[in-house]
């Protein structure tokens, strides 16, 4: 079973993916973190890709497909993929839809993680504080500005997936609303249905 989880930032795809993760053996592919390590390491992607990243702009669909089509190719024995924060462009599903079926897959479900805007902004803002407050820093794209620019990324390049995955029969939107408890339970009856 591969899933694609959509949503805006601060919708809980993350946290939702690693629930998946731990009770499903499934693999979680995310571009976000993927470009954050790349950024860690110093690799020459990453050092280009920084300033983008931290005004809350989208890298090049050429960078995040190259780093998907690298995972997919790993392989390995695991109860399915889910992908988190990719894809975010229409070039991006087109490309996902053409490399999973090369492995001879398919994506079974594109789950949209249904959330409003306030609470998002707040969300966001609230976990950039929380990692202050613990000793850390906060995410280099969690402040105001920033946030901005992700949230209309979503809506002009990302959103419309929700249409794209729709029209293929493949769109399943749940409430991200809930408690985190309450998210997962309903991501399970869709993979369960
Ligand atoms: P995320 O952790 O998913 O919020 O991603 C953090 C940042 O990484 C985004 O704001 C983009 O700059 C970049 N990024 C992550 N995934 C993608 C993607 N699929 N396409 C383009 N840019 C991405």
Redesign the pocket.
Known sequence: MNIILLGP?GAG??TQAQKLVDGRNMVQL???????AARTSGTEMGNK?AA??????????E??IGL?REQLEAGGDHGGFIF??????LP?ADALGELMSEMGQKIDHAIELQVNDEILVERILGRAAEAVTAGGTA?A?DNEE?LK??LM?YYK?TSPLLGYYYAKGDLKSVDGLGSMEAVQTEIAGVLDA
Not at 30 to 36: E, I
Not at 84 to 89: H, I, K, L, M, Q
């Open positions: 930032p795809k993350g995310s571009t976000g973190d993927m470009l954050r890709v983008v990243m931290d005004a809350g702009n989208l890298v090049t669909d960078i995040v998907i988190d924060g990719f894809p975010r462009t991006q995410r794209d920033s620019t992700r990324a390049q």
